[in-house]
């Protein structure tokens, strides 16, 4: 789970990559590294860190020519090295590659290249592509022979780009993500248009084992026996450019202020998509609803939704353990998959399991070119902007507004999200008012050990969510528990130096969830209420805003939601972990 890019054309390609690479760094950031090619000759710089701190050591920048690839690295094979980032060269310096994916079969094609007399310098699992195209184009003195030969030797999932010393750049992609950015001044190959939309919104998606070459001013394509293909171009938003962090110090702080916004207009101008969508969700026996990490806790909501609201049959399951249970799948089943990248492989392998087995795939994603809106049926668009930091926070609530829309068209408004959403969005504002006491509270908890996110029912996955946010943004070991379960198991770890978040609005579940909080109150843990109503039981009390037109507990989810946001993010600051690039983790997980 890699960025990679590649220029041929008229501008300075260094900055150009460097540029490109920053704005795909959520991709993958342990590493990075350009080859530019200049006189006939591969120049090759890489280093351990980010985008920025690499250039600022080696100066990057600064490489000469007009033609080159480079990468952004989040380690799979071989630790976090010079030697492992790429891109790799080949025994003569005369091919240099950056991959993205997982070649399977890397041992027995480096065992075998080795025996031919390569020599490897790495510990991955991509450098065997360099050493292959080597082989091949050393038999054959032909380029696209050379990489087609070499594809059909791969096993697994990539994307590549090659640059060889005549100054020519190529590239395959399967189950990978690679995209060419065309504009009169040169062509690109990317993981992500967002590596080429400051040039141009013009993407070119490629099929899986399509070959591509790019020259100085052309491009093609080829398919896997060689021939000639033709792949039209989709015009993408020039709005995805905006990624810059605006007045906010962090793309994860900036994003969080963007939900009332984001939340405003989405699924507005999708009425008549929701409406097809509640259709074929009635029609079906079964609906399967799957995601990844942030994602799947919003499958978990949509499941309580669908099935109290909607009246429908519905099962959630994990992306990474749906191909383990496929029984049930059939052709009266529909798969409503959740993504905001659209690219997360786990996802991607489970819609395509489904779609074997008959099942109509549906899916909610942020971006409406991804792999998974292109496999979908039908997809709904989020439409919330790039989200930038690795913490999903406004796909969240954006993908969360969009199930609350299905359920409450399908029960005839009897939610009351679509008739109250601008007090919904008030009340979030609310929460985001009073953002600065956080810091307050981040300083008292920051040393905890553990903390334990407590709810019920449909807070429960919100529970899940809010520890998730406090792992991967503050590393402070955090779980979310279904407040039913601690008395079977959880209570034996609370004592006088945990904390406890009880999400508490006053719903059905509130009078069991003081009942709990008194529990471990006993036991010496520190409570922090999340709720409209304050209590004697909190130690810390975080109030969020009643609503009073809405009766139904089941809106508090996309409420309750913020002030766990915003507490990890202050407990990242705290700590003093970037937020925005959380260690060993990436926004966009294309590997399985
Ligand atoms: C990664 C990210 C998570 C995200 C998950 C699913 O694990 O670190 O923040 O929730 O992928 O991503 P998706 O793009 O499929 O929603």
Known sequence: ??????????????????????RMEYRGYDSVGIATINNGKILLKKGVGKVLEVDGTLDLKSMKGFTGIGHTRWATHGGVTEINAHPHYCCTDSIAIAHNGIIENHR??????IDLGHVFKSDTDSEVIAHLLENYYNDQKNLKKSVMKTCSRLKGAYAFVAA??????????YNEP????????????????????????KAIFLDNRDIVILDSNTYQIYDSDGKNVDRTATQVAWELAAIDKGKYSHHTLKEIHEQPKALEKVGISSLDKIE?????????????????????????????????FGKIHAETLMSSEFQYTLAGVDNSSVLLAFSQSGETADVLHAVKAAKQ?????????????????????????????????VAATKSFTTQLSLVYMIADRLCNGCLGFSANRSLVIDAICEVLDSEKEFCGIAEKIHPARDIYVLGRSIHYPIALEGALKIKELSYIHAEG??????????????????????????????????????????RGATIIGISDLPNEVYDIFIKIPKIPSIECGAIYPIIEVIPLQILAYYLSLVRNIDPDYPRNLAKSVTVM
Do not use: W
Request: with cysteine.
């Open 357 to 389: 087995m008959g099942a109509k795939i549906l899916s909610i994603v942020n971006v409406s070119t991804s792999s998974l809106a292109r496999i979908s049926d039908s997809f709904l668009v989020t439409s919330c902007g790039p989200e930038v930091g």
């Open 276 to 308: 097809e969508f509640c259709k074929v969700l009635s029609k079906s026996k079964t609906v399967f609803l799957t995601g990844s990490g942030t994602s799947y806790h919003c499958a978990l909501i949509a499941k309580h939704l669908l099935s109290n």
């Open 164 to 173: 060889f010393e005549d100054g020519t750049i190529c590239g395959s992609r």
């Open 108 to 113: 027995e094609l480096k065992e075998e290249l």
């Open 1 to 22: 789970m890699c960025s990679i890019i590649g220029y041929n054309g008229q501008l300075f390609v260094a900055p150009l990559l460097v540029d490109s690479l920053k």
């Open 178 to 201: 690679l995209i060419i950015g065309t504009v009169d001044t040169g062509n690109f190959l990317s993981s992500d248009i967002l590596g080429f939309i400051e040039f141009t919104d």
């Open 481 to 522: 528990i279904a407040a039913g379960e601690l008395k079977h198991g959880p209570l034996a770890l609370i004592d006088r130096d945990s904390y406890v978040i009880i999400l508490n609005p006053s719903d059905s579940t509130s009078d069991r969830n003081i009942a709990s909080a008194h529990e471990i109150k006993a």
